[in-house]
Each structure stands twice: as C-alpha cells, then as structure tokens.
C-alpha cells in the first residue's frame, strides 16, 4: 500500500503550460497523493495552451510561507514566462535549491529547468529540456541529453507535453520508494 504524499507544485503567476500543469497534477492525485501549488503571490495563476491563455488555478499557498519539510516532492511546470519569472525570484530560487538538495524527488518538464539553472542545482547531473535551454544546462555544469524523460538522482526532467506519459511514470514512479 502507498502511503499519501504531500506533493508541491511551484509555478510563477502567469505562463504556465496548463497541461505540464494539469497532467502531472491528475497523475499525482488519482494516484491518492495531494497536490499544493505554491506561487509568488496570492489569488489565481494564469495557464496557457502555449501563447494563449486557457484556464486558472488557485495557489494553495504562496511559496515564501512554504516549508520544504512540508512536502514529498516538487514538480516544476514549463511554459517560457513561467520559469523566466521563477528564476528571478529569490524566495522560489532557494525553495528549489533547497529542495534538490534535500535529496526528494523534483521533477521539472520542459522550460522549467531554467529556474534549476538559476539554482546552481544542474551542476554533475544528467538531463533533458526544451532544446533551447541545452546551452544554458550546460553552462551550468549539467549534462543535457535529448531524450523524453531522464532520472538522475532525484531529479526527474522531460522535454515537452509530449514527454508528460514517461514524465508521469517517473514521477509516481519516484513517490513509490
């Protein structure tokens, strides 16, 4: 039997790809673990369907109140605005950094790994992304690899929406052990 997981999914305030969104955070919760999405400020995040804007989510909680001993892992969701305006938040950089460093599962699909480049935390590690983010992961000191989805340690990383089936296996996959 599977123990509920508390899951943390950060996201900026608007540019978020609904469904690097939506699909893990399905994933997560039919598989009977909660999803909390964390962000910068109160209300609602805006979701894209790439340059249009789709729906909106309500924050759980914003991510300068959160504690990363109060989650099992964290998924970081693409867009391009989303990770850009992450990465240049101190607050959300630092719960990221701590995060890997904690040594639980983070799992970031698409453009999101920039908001890990910003956190120092690609530096030795094997990944994948957007193909455009390859040269900034590799100034970083990581290994970028074109393929759908990469487990390296605790970090789980996916190129793009069509990637979400492996990413959503190992990410549960990772909630498991």
């Known amino acids: 039997m599977t123990t509920t997981k508390r899951i943390a999914f950060l996201t900026a305030g608007e540019g978020i790809e609904e469904v690097e969104l939506t699909e893990p955070w399905k994933a997560v919760t039919d598989a009977g673990h909660t999803a909390e999405l964390l962000s910068l400020e109160e209300g609602e995040v805006q979701l894209f369907q790439h340059l249009d804007k789709s729906s909106t989510q309500s924050v759980d909680k ?3 109140d959160a504690s990363i001993g109060d989650y099992d892992a964290l998924v970081l969701p693409g867009g391009v605005a989303n990770p850009d305006a992450l990465r240049t938040d101190e607050q959300a950089v630092a719960f990221v950094r701590d ?5 639980r599962p983070v799992a970031a699909i698409c453009h999101a790994p920039w908001t890990l480049v910003e956190a120092d935390a690609v530096r030795g590690r094997r ?3 957007w193909p455009s983010l390859q040269t900034d992961v590799r ?5 970028w ?10 970090l789980i990383t996916s190129r793009n929406p069509d990637d979400l089936p492996a990413f959503n296996r190992e990410l549960l996959a990772a909630l498991d052990d």
């Open 62 to 64: 914003l991510v300068s």
């Open 99 to 103: 995060f890997v460093g904690s040594g």
């Open 127 to 129: 990944m994948t992304s």
């Open 139 to 143: 100034n970083a000191g990581g290994e």
């Open 145 to 154: 690899v074109d393929e759908e989805v990469v487990v390296d340690d605790n």
